[in-house]
């Protein structure tokens, strides 16, 4: 032994994996629509912005330009849904770490 400790790097964990994550808990617990538009709302505009960042390096700057865009696309009424599903994803994502 030459007195070192060596820790176990973790595998750093992404928007995706929550994302995984919050829609396994969301098949058991919503209707099958429901669950149809929250997969639609993470495939089509959460992934493609930030599927493979780190969740723990996303910042609120990178957060409301995200928002910012859908808005300029979409109804405010559509943007909140939107980010109640990223939310959604963050929740998992604190529960965890």
Known sequence: MTGQVTLKKERLKTVSYYADLFMDSKRQTTVPRTHERYLSIIQHSILPAFGDSPIRELKVSNVEKWRNDLLKRFTAKTVKEYQSVFRGIFQ?????E
Do not use: F, P, R, V
Request: charged residues 40%; without cysteine.
């Open 92 to 96: 998992k994502a604190l529960h965890d």
